[in-house]
């Protein structure tokens, strides 16, 4: 089964700073997709970004952008100008062409005032 | 975009008492459909998937079942819950390969 590591149990970035998220899968998969999601305390899933295997452009949604190195299978999520609103934790998934999709550990951000 | 309803938001039930959450989508057709569980402090961990009416994936042996008896509808269920089985469940709705998925509010399901 495919397996979705995020080694960043929880992170803090200054407002206005950036702060960059891990994600590193394993997958034999050459075609799949990649989504950060976003848990505010709420508890409310919000999808944030997300990514095609197959193309090579990085996916950029406003602030927040990612890295995606296929061959290294990582999947980092860049979040410039932080706010205090960003405060979440954030879920790296993947999903792959059976409908099946994984999501990693999280990653506890808070934003600093 | 699709809805998706959650209920009861939050549960308490005695060790070895039944279970059943329902999940029901709004806003699509044929959905592939998804229960998850998040335990405290932890990530979000697979349990079951159906891409259509009574196609149940199950990733772990558990204490749980799922079952989809009408397209926009999935349940969760137990027999006889386990302390164990406490946690937060979120039921969650994709329509097509490359899309989002959309998430109901999640059952907070507390086992005594």
């Known amino acids: 089964a495919q397996t979705v590591t995020q080694s960043q149990p929880e992170m803090s970035v200054q407002e206005a700073e950036t702060v960059t998220l891990s994600c590193t899968y394993d997958?034999?998969?050459?075609?799949?997709?990649l989504f950060w999601y976003k848990q505010p305390p709420s508890r409310q899933m919000i999808l944030v970004i997300r990514q095609e295997a197959y193309k090579q452009q990085n996916a950029t949604e406003n602030r927040f952008s990612v890295n995606f190195q296929k061959a290294a299978k990582s999947f980092s999520l860049k979040i410039s100008d932080s706010q205090l609103g960003d405060t979440a934790m954030y879920f790296c998934a993947f999903m792959k062409h059976d409908n099946d999709m994984r999501f990693g550990a999280g990653t506890r951000l808070t934003v600093k005032p | 975009s699709q809805t998706i309803h959650q209920w009861p938001a939050t549960l308490v039930q005695p060790v070895g008492s039944p279970l059943s959450l329902e999940c029901t989508v709004e806003g699509t057709s044929n959905p592939n459909l998804y229960w998850y569980r998040q335990a405290a402090g932890r990530g979000l961990q697979l349990l079951f998937y159906?891409?259509?009416?009574?196609?149940i994936s199950s990733e772990v042996p558990q204490n749980l079942s799922a079952s989809r008896p009408q397209d926009r509808q999935f349940i969760l269920s137990s027999k006889k819950l386990l302390l164990s089985d406490s946690g937060f469940y979120l039921c969650a709705s994709r329509q097509g390969r490359n899309t989002e998925a959309f998430f109901g509010q999640g059952t907070r399901l507390t086992v005594v």
């Open positions: 159906s891409v259509g009416i009574g196609q």
């Open positions: 997958t034999s998969e050459n075609n799949y997709y």
